[in-house]
């Protein structure tokens, strides 16, 4: 199935990590028609929109306009209706606003600090620079506008308005909370043969003040996943061509670890890509089904994509 893109954009979204998370489920022996879905850093929801669970979706994030946001896709407050009139009339407004359109996004940034509403912060997240989502300290939207000539175009409007109503039936489809907390307590709703997904902010790379990450959260999160009951899988990065992520010879490598190659961009210039590995942590070990196939020395999982070697812990913690 082609992958669900939410509205809620992100840099460091995992849209392209989807298939080979849901492969890992598909192998981990969970019983995905009873088990519950887990997720202490909901951010865009990528992940959990499209895992193939069929229990309770408890979400949580400490961002609080992402879960006000998908409150009201749930309440029926937002729809792709009226997110479509909205859009419409500030892309009228925003074409003849001066600066090139920079006088009205301020102008919005501004509302949005005083009011959050859900509408200007999809408004924000699509017309702000390189599609990020950072907070100051004050937890006001700090992220400048990009200039780009008919920012709201008719289509990309159309594609907005898709992934909210994408989105929607996904949650009317199932049971879902979402929660404005810390991941700890998200954690503590996890049972045995649940599932809990995390991807928390990557230490020493990233921080929006909202989801600000420390090596003490690092290590309660590390406690917390060591002494659940449940299946976990947990996202990070293993290393970049500059350096490793020292976290995983601290805590991670206790637990197996599949890697994973994955570009990003810090700007619209090739030069600003960069080689990321990626790892998937997880407490469980991987079943032979038909999701994966094998030609020669390399393994595939069911959407083609290449599967690295599992490292298999000397002990598990």
């Avoid at 981990?28 to 997720?39: L, Q």
């Avoid at 599609?131 to 409007?157: D, H, L, Q, T």
């Avoid at 039936?169 to 810390?182: C, T």
């Avoid at 994955?262 to 999701?291: C, P, Q, T, W």
Wanted: charged share 25%; hydrophobic share 35%.
């Amino acid at each position: 199935m082609p992958t669900i893109i939410p509205p809620i954009k992100s840099q460091g979204i995992k849209t392209k990590l989807v298939p080979w998370i849901n492969d890992i489920i598909f192998r981990s022996g969970i019983d995905t028609s009873r088990a519950n879905w887990i997720e202490p850093f909901f951010g865009t929801g990528v992940v959990g929109f499209n895992a193939p669970l069929e229990g309770k979706f408890i979400v949580g994030d400490t961002n609080p306009h992402i879960i006000n946001f998908y409150k009201g896709i749930l309440s029926g407050e937002i729809t792709s209706a009226n997110m479509r009139t909205y859009l419409e009339q500030e892309a009228k407004v925003l074409s003849i606003s001066e600066e090139e359109g920079y006088a009205y996004y301020r102008e919005v940034k501004n509302r949005f600090n005083s009011f959050h509403s859900p509408f200007d912060f999809i408004f924000l997240s699509r017309a702000g620079f390189n599609g990020m989502m950072r907070f100051n300290r004050k937890g006001e939207w700090n992220i400048p506008f990009c200039k780009k000539p008919n920012r709201f175009s008719p289509a990309y409007v159309t594609k907005i308005c898709n992934q909210v109503n994408a989105v929607q039936r996904i949650i009317r489809k199932k049971k879902w909370e979402f929660l404005n907390q810390g991941f700890i307590e998200t954690i503590k709703r996890a049972e045995k043969g649940d599932l809990i997904y995390c991807d928390p902010p990557y230490f020493g790379r990233y921080v929006d003040y909202y989801n600000g990450w420390t090596e003490s959260d690092e290590d309660a999160l590390f406690r917390a996943l060591s002494d659940t009951k449940a299946f976990f899988i947990l996202s990070t990065w293993h290393h970049n061509e500059f350096r490793e992520n020292e976290m995983i010879a601290r805590y991670w490598n206790r637990f197996n670890i599949l890697t994973q190659e994955h570009f990003y961009h810090s700007g619209g210039h090739i030069e600003n890509r960069h080689r990321m590995i990626e790892a998937l942590v997880f407490n469980f070990d991987l079943k032979e089904v038909a999701h994966s196939v094998t030609q020669g020395n390399v393994q595939y999982d069911l959407f083609g994509n290449q599967l690295q070697d599992v490292c298999v812990p000397l002990s598990v913690y």
